[in-house]
């Protein structure tokens, strides 16, 4: 399974981002799908998955409201969509696919690789 992350940029508090990940390879349906952030010193976070089966999806505390997860299964993609973003939503944003509720790194079973987003004051 190949993940292509795409989508990060520079914006000010407040703005909205779309990040976009590009699932590829054999059985990638299999898996769940869920995005990941590390802020500069800080570990790697979960912040939102989705199933490619059915409407379950999971958030972070931090971001519940603000942040939508969704995918189209046509484009084998998954998006996320970033609303009312502050500073503290400034990291590299991954996307993963594991297994549900991909919550945790070690439920990771593939990584992309990063995006960073930056939100400025």
């Known amino acids: 399974v190949q993940l292509q992350a795409s989508g990060g940029g520079l914006v000010q508090a407040g703005d909205s981002l779309r990040l976009s990940c590009a699932a590829s390879g054999r059985h990638v349906n299999a898996y769940a799908m869920g995005w990941f952030r590390q802020a500069p010193g800080k570990e790697r976070a979960f912040v939102a998955a989705?199933?490619?089966?059915?409407?379950?999806?999971n958030y972070a505390d931090s971001v519940k409201g603000r942040f939508t997860i969704s995918r189209d299964n046509a484009k084998n993609t998954v998006y996320l969509q970033m609303d009312s973003l502050n500073p503290e939503d400034t990291a590299v944003y991954y996307c993963?696919?594991?297994?549900?509720?991909?919550?945790?790194?070690?439920?990771?079973?593939?990584w992309g690789q990063g995006t960073l987003v930056t939100v400025s004051s």
């Open positions: 989705v199933k490619w089966s059915d409407e379950n999806t």
């Open positions: 993963a696919a594991g297994a549900w509720p991909i919550v945790r790194s070690r439920q990771v079973r593939y």
